[in-house]
């Protein structure tokens, strides 16, 4: 079994290949998903198009969406995806849909019938041990930004390979931290007054929620 590992979702091959698939947008789209199902909802189902998911919200009973595109709303949507945000609304028993720039586009990329999971910096342990468990090459995509590497996804991904090939998560974990709270995503989150979302995210390890992408939805695995 291999681990590759890549800083854009550009670099993932097309066709992609058959293996497990670790998506990682650390801000934000990953943490929210996460989030998401850790609030009790009943599935969250990825789109990289705005249209189509006002459909699937016109069509789905009790929908929500959840979304941004380029840091801003997103017309006809419910929530921002950032996690202080979500903590402040229901989402028990009800399906989401999530819209953001980068990660839902990765996992659209890599395809809807590939064998997809999520992580983040808050569940990279949860992540490792689960794939620990699989026969399977690995392949963990940093999500990036449009087409750039961006620091924080590549600190999740690192975080989840030094978890995954470590077996434990024992090791001084403060240059990821520093990595995060450094990125320009961090910076403009913190200039928003959201510096408690830089926080959380440095908080390694605080979920055991891994995301499973099953029939185009994700699930608590």
Do not use: K
Not at 106 to 118: C, F, M, P, Q
Not at 119 to 144: I, K, Q, Y
Not at 176 to 199: D, H, I, M
Request: overall charge negative.
């Amino acid at each position: 079994m291999t681990v590759h590992t890549v800083d854009r979702l550009e670099d993932v091959p097309d066709p992609s290949p058959d293996a497990t698939f670790v998506v990682v947008d650390v801000i934000i789209s990953s943490t929210s998903i996460v989030r998401l199902l850790e609030a009790g909802a009943s599935y969250v189902r990825p789109f990289a198009d705005a249209d189509e998911a006002r459909a699937f919200a016109a069509d789905t009973e009790d929908a929500v969406l959840v979304g941004e595109q380029g840091g801003q709303p997103v017309d006809g949507f419910d929530c921002s995806p950032l996690p202080s945000l979500i903590a402040q609304r229901e989402f028990a028993d009800r399906p989401v849909g999530i819209l953001t720039s980068n990660g839902t586009r990765a996992v659209s990329r890599i395809g809807h019938g590939a064998d997809v999971l999520i992580g983040s910096t808050v569940n990279a342990a949860a992540v490792a041990a689960h794939l620990r468990e699989r026969d399977r090459d690995v392949w963990l995509v940093a999500a990036g930004r449009q087409g750039d590497p961006t620091p924080e996804d590549s600190a999740g991904v690192e975080l989840i390979r030094r978890c995954y090939e470590d077996g434990s998560t024992d090791f001084d974990p403060a240059d990821l931290a520093a990595q995060v709270r450094e990125s320009g995503t961090a910076e403009w989150l913190q200039n928003l007054g959201f510096e408690n979302e830089v926080e959380d995210l440095c908080a390694f390890n605080t979920s055991d929620v891994v995301p499973r992408l099953v029939d185009g939805r994700f699930v608590a695995e």
